[in-house]
């Protein structure tokens, strides 16, 4: 049981570019939730679901898209990167108790 | 906008005393309350979460909530070097809505 999973660990984008970052859980849970930290900031949420094919906005959305295809990954994707986006990314996801599990995060550096 | 605020420190106590940790919340109306702890570089975990007025105990950790004052707050006994690390307060405002709002956290350092 490996809990919420991420990858990559690390990236470096250049400005414009796209990426997607990867998130998969395997305690079927129907709550799934993206996050950003800025250094010395609490989370920030940018897109959250609450079951495949569901998804709604978070708090920051703005620059980043997300599918929920399957109960287990929610993929977050960042179309035309900005150095606004560097951040550390994490993904959380949730049953039917309140608990939030974390997974280990993404670095992002866009420069 | 529903927030919720917390001192950011750093907060700086000797090991074996008590640490004490606020957070205070902008909507009466709100329903659940937990604290996180990141450690430097990690995810955040779940360290207690309380949903009634009162005090609820876990080991070393006690979780207080007053809705009326609209605070809560996280009081950590006997407090150990790998306590050091920022708590995080977070508020689900809204009965039914799934998201939490995040405070930026307290960074708590424990002297040896």
């Known amino acids: 049981n490996a809990g919420v999973t991420q990858t990559p660990k690390f990236r470096i984008l250049k400005i414009g570019q796209s990426m997607t970052l990867q998130c998969t859980q395997d305690m079927n849970h129907n709550y799934m939730y993206w996050y950003r930290q800025d250094p010395g900031m609490g989370l920030k949420l940018i897109y959250y679901s609450v079951g495949a094919g569901i998804t709604d906005k978070g708090e920051v959305p703005n620059g980043y898209n997300v599918s929920r295809s399957t109960t287990e990954d929610f993929p977050l994707r960042l179309e035309l990167a900005a150095p606004s986006q560097t951040s550390v990314y994490f993904c959380a996801s949730r049953g039917t108790v309140k608990t939030q599990y974390f997974g280990p995060g993404t670095r992002l550096l866009v420069l | ?112």
Request: charged fraction near 20%; include cysteine; glycine fraction near 8%.
């Open chain 2, 1 to 112: 906008q529903k927030e919720v605020e917390q001192n950011s420190g750093p907060l700086s106590v000797p090991e074996g005393a008590i640490a004490s940790l606020n957070c205070t919340y902008s909507d009466r109306g709100s329903q659940s309350f937990f604290w996180y702890r990141q450690y430097s570089g990690k995810s955040p975990e779940l360290i207690m979460s309380i949903y009634s007025n009162g005090d609820k105990e876990d080991g070393r950790f006690t979780a207080q909530l007053n809705k009326a004052s609209q605070y809560v707050s996280l009081l950590i006994r006997d407090s150990q070097p790998s306590d050091s690390a920022t708590y995080l307060c977070a508020v689900n405002f809204d009965f039914g809505n799934e998201k939490l709002t995040f405070g930026t956290g307290t960074r708590l350092t424990i002297i040896p």
